[in-house]
Each structure stands twice: as C-alpha cells, then as structure tokens.
C-alpha cells in the first residue's frame, strides 16, 4: 500500500471510530446505532487500529 493511500484509510479509520463511539454512547442521535452498547465498544477498536496505521505509515519504514 502506498503511503497516502494508508494515511488516507488511517484517517477514515479513525473517524469512522470516532463517529461509532459517539454513537454507541447516544452522543450522536439520528441513528439505529445510536444507544447500541455494541458500537461504543467497536468504536474505540476501530479508532485504535486507525491511529495505529497512521503512526507505522507517517513514521515510514525502519532504518536498520
């Protein structure tokens, strides 16, 4: 995967986490999602697994 390409789905990882535990947590009405205690615990996983692929994909390959 190319570097933007896995900023990009690191971004969209984490917002769509961000969006998931709001929802879970009935911050962000509108939804079936919304209350749902399933995705205030997905959330945060996403979100992290996002987080985590932007740090390896901004941080580059390792020098040895």
Known sequence: MGKIVSIAFGVLLTV??????????????????TGSSLWAIVGPIVAAFGVGLLYVAIRGPRKR
């Open 16 to 33: 769509l986490g961000a969006v998931w535990t709001l929802q879970g947590l009935g911050y962000l009405k509108g939804s079936s999602m």
